[in-house]
């Protein structure tokens, strides 16, 4: 990533916001500055040449400074700003309490396989871990390190515990499976280097103790890392409809170790960089998102095994996503709010209606569910139309979404997902489905603006 990236006490303003901090610049020839004994060198920030060689360097902390996302798609990314209303930072401050309570219903989510596994590591039963997959809870802790990065960029402190407990939780389970030999000893070390150095680097790049080229190899890491998992973990979902392959897994791997490497080499434009710095945060929502695309899939493959599904586990998975989505919302974090929605409706909500469905779960507890969630996220986007002063709840997922995202989104997953879905079961033709699949509309536009590539208008697009 380059370093007009990189968020430091003393970086200047976003370029996004630069015209704002010049409208607001004063003149020392002004009758009121001209006693002051001001000149340029005042504003000089002296840095010794030898800190940049420093593994850990030590600034000066600024106080209330915002930090603006990499992969920000709003406008109004970052902290509460200075005179804002006081209702706006009532319920700022009541969505980061929302974010922080939203460990409770994790924590209570993965425990009992915590005290299910110690239980049967103590009885002698090692066998049983072998139901627990611990590629998937690698996966899972993958995850948890690259979106715990995502938000300790942009100093969200509630949700950088949520991440944190996630990485603990996780590691805690993938250490029973160590002892019960059923993950492979070289696979866990390699693992546990993983997990000390990501938190250790993300707390001290939290508090500005960092280097910033340690920074970025880690933020390279994680990038590659996601990037290469999540096509694999897409691809082996739909096996044995699909070929066992790794060759999602390696193709990635590759296409993402030449983005780092074009990007670290200033092989790319400044929008390239940009488009390279926001994958990891991505790949890891998406690998979330993911996880209820999976669970539903197998529902429908399998209905007997709902009856193994728990409601309850169910109820507490919406009840900690649906915590975060106030705060992602109120701060305009489109991919915070799109992961955390995802996760709500589609693998808390959706299993509960699943478990409805086949006569699993009271009608009664199918209501309560429902009833809660709609009046959750109805108070959600009523409460933030006040506080920033829009006459309807619209005006807030206008500003979130933006015009083409909202139509890319309905494009891709209602659209052409309900295409992709008649042609796997076999009720639409192929020929049909690679016509939908052609990128006619970006292979026009790369035409119409002189590029050599569909890429091209992809990345002026993202980086606009």
Partial sequence: MATSFLSTPFAPPHPRHRNRFQQHSHSTDLPQFKHLNLTRSSFLLTVSP???????????????????ALDSDAPNQGSVSVGRSQSYQQWDSLTSKFSAAANIPFLLLQMPQIILNARNLLSGNKTALSA?????????????????????????????????LGVVSTYVVLVQLALAETMPLPYFLATSVVVISGLVLNFLNYFGLLN??????????????????????????????????????????VIALLAVTLARTGKLSEKGVKFVGGISGWTATLLFM??????LWTNYLNPENMKGLS?????????GNGLMLPRALLIRDFMWFTGSTWATLFYGYGNIACLYLLNIISKEFFLAATGGLILWIGTTFWRDSVVHGYSSPLASIRDLIGSFTGSTWATLFYGYGNIACLYLLNIISKEFFLAATGGTTFWRDSVVHGYSSPLASIRDLIGS
């Fill in 50 to 68: 030898s800190s940049h060689f420093r593994l850990f360097a030590f600034p000066p902390r600024r106080s209330n400074f915002a930090v603006q």
């Fill in 132 to 164: 627990v997959p611990w590629l998937g809870m690698l996966t899972s802790l993958l995850g948890n390190l690259s979106l715990l990065s995502y938000f300790a960029k942009k100093r969200e402190k509630e949700a950088m515990l949520v991440q944190t």
């Fill in 290 to 295: 993911w996880m209820p695309v999976s669970q």
């Fill in 311 to 319: 409601a309850f586990s169910m109820l507490l998975a919406m009840l």
């Fill in 212 to 253: 910033a080229e340690l920074w970025r190899f880690w933020e390279d890491f994680i990038t590659i890392g996601g990037l290469s998992v999540l096509p694999q973990i897409m691809w082996s979902t739909f096996v044995p409809y699909l070929p066992n392959s790794i060759l999602p897994g390696a193709t990635s791997f």
